[in-house]
DNA sequence: CCGTGTCTAGAACGATGGTTCTAGACTCCG
DNA sequence: CGGAGTCTAGAACCATCGTTCTAGACACGG
């Protein structure tokens, strides 16, 4: 009973804020949404709408980081894996009526110099994101370094083409953003292939 | 008289902005900021605060689109001008303290679903850099639909990059993203060669 | 000197923001 | 029953939001 408000809270204000950012959702709204009063947020949140926005940040980046994971894992190969990631955002960010997929970014870039312990969550999220598509790159055999460059231009690409594809409301980028990182993939691996670990 | 004012009210609104988001700015904080009464903001800008924003989206888009035009035409080739490009992007935010190089994503994020004349505008200002750089790709004979494709994944990359780099207080997303597409545009090229126009 | 147009000053408006607080309702173990 | 703990209801708080409005300051051609 009492985990099941906690969770509509968190689920309806992750909508809210992928809809209107942290900044355009107000309490009352939430509350609505979500079939709770005020007081019950208050109740489960001492901390207010920062701490709410700290514990949706938390739920999102695990669950972000899980689909990345079961999708590489399903995949054929590191290549597909990619294409396979941003198809699957397209479809979720059309079928949505282009609501933003993320609210993570969203918050990260109203808030990320106002305040520290939602910067620290949405960081913490990247980060995972980011040791996670290390290690499935590595795994395939890419060295360490460049896979970890791959990782971070792979997250910023996600962020960024949820913005773009948002915006021009197109998959256009998303699909474009599947293909190139996807190349640059199978180029690091058909490079490592040449020149074998010592 | 009229255009200094007016001026002074654009450059601290993106400043704000930049920092704090939409939502997260109010214009209170902006009269102050640009030593202008709220007066004086309703009198250059009477559709209020969208009207401002839209302004300061378009203002802001030809600026990154002539910095980026600036950085194309002075690079020894096409390769090295986006490494130059992310390089300046990254001196910029890291001497500002992590504010927000753009407020264009921020705002776009924010409100998307929410104010059409700001997402037009918004997408708007990423359209104009992406024709930009794909003219830029084209002038050094990567065909027209995978210089599109390049185009986009440099937007997006730009604006994820800033997310991320904002975030992790950290300019290595950055410096990975230059090199990478760096890395596609010089293979794009090299298969141009390749395989010439027949 | 006048008056027209541009710009600024700042009070006033209703609405809503996040937060706090006190009661009351419910569950469940004894 | 009963009472302790958990959760909800909703009024009340002050602050601030974006916007509007009316006066006044200033510049400048006649």
Redesign the pocket.
């Given at each position: 009973?009492?985990?099941?408000?906690?969770d509509r809270i968190i689920v309806a204000t992750n909508e809210l804020f992928r809809r209107q950012g942290y900044?355009g959702?107000?309490?009352?709204?939430i509350s609505e949404a979500a079939?709770?009063?005020?007081?019950?947020?208050?109740?489960?949140f001492?901390?207010?709408?920062?701490a709410l926005g700290v514990a949706v940040i938390e739920t999102t980046g695990e669950m972000f980081r899980e689909l990345f994971e079961s999708i590489a894992n399903e995949a054929p190969g590191p290549a597909e894996a990619y294409v396979a990631f941003f198809a699957g955002a397209g479809t979720v960010l059309a079928e949505s009526g282009y609501i933003d997929p993320c609210p993570i970014g969203t918050i990260a870039r109203e808030v990320a110099n106002v305040s520290e312990p939602l910067r620290v969550a949405a960081s913490n999220a990247f980060a995972s994101w980011i040791s996670a598509a290390t290690r499935h790159l590595t795994n395939a055999g890419i060295p360490t370094e460049q896979a970890e460059q791959l990782a971070h231009v792979f997250v910023a690409t996600v962020e960024g083409t949820f913005v773009l594809s948002r915006t021009q409301r197109s998959t256009a980028p998303l699909e474009s953003a599947g293909r190139c990182v996807s190349r640059l993939v199978t180029l690091a691996i058909d490079e490592t292939q040449r020149t074998p670990t010592p």
């Open positions: 009973m009492m985990a099941e408000t906690r900044n959702t107000s309490l009352s709204q079939n709770a009063t005020i007081g019950s947020i208050y109740h489960f001492p901390g207010g709408k920062e």
